[in-house]
């Protein structure tokens, strides 16, 4: 059974940095397409980055330059490594699997079958 949960999140002020976690369990991590995604107060889940089995990312043009994925298959974890945050990053995220290896191009939720319960990310200004 594929299970994914996250960890990491925190309260932080503008400028800061966080590194999120996602420990997978019931599948090989680097076989999967992986993703971000965040959701703020009010607003519909988006795609924030994946990274694919061959270890291509994307990211979203909001956090370009900013965020960085990356895993280590070694102890089947996902992370997001997030700097120069700003008010607007603050959202629950989610980690996600998606089975098959391919990320698609233009990743949506229903790309991704497999889901964390999440972790808070707050920014202050």
């Known amino acids: 059974q594929v299970q994914l949960v996250e960890s990491g999140g925190g309260s932080v002020q503008a400028g800061g940095s966080l590194r999120l976690s996602c420990a997978a369990s019931?599948?090989?991590?680097?076989?999967?397409?992986m993703g971000w995604f965040r959701q703020a107060a009010g607003k519909q889940r988006e795609w924030v980055s994946y990274i694919s089995t061959d270890g291509g990312t994307r990211y979203a043009d909001s956090v370009k330059g900013r965020f960085t994925i990356s895993q280590d298959n070694a102890k089947n974890t996902l992370y997001l490594q997030m700097s120069s945050l700003k008010p607007e990053d603050t959202a629950m995220y989610y980690c996600?699997?998606?089975?098959?290896?391919?990320?698609?191009?233009?990743?949506?939720?229903?790309?991704?079958?497999?889901w964390g319960q999440g972790t808070q990310v707050t920014v202050s200004s």
């Open positions: 019931g599948y090989t991590l680097s076989s999967y397409c």
């Open positions: 996600a699997a998606r089975s098959g290896g391919y990320c698609p191009f233009w990743p949506s939720r229903a790309s991704f079958g497999y």
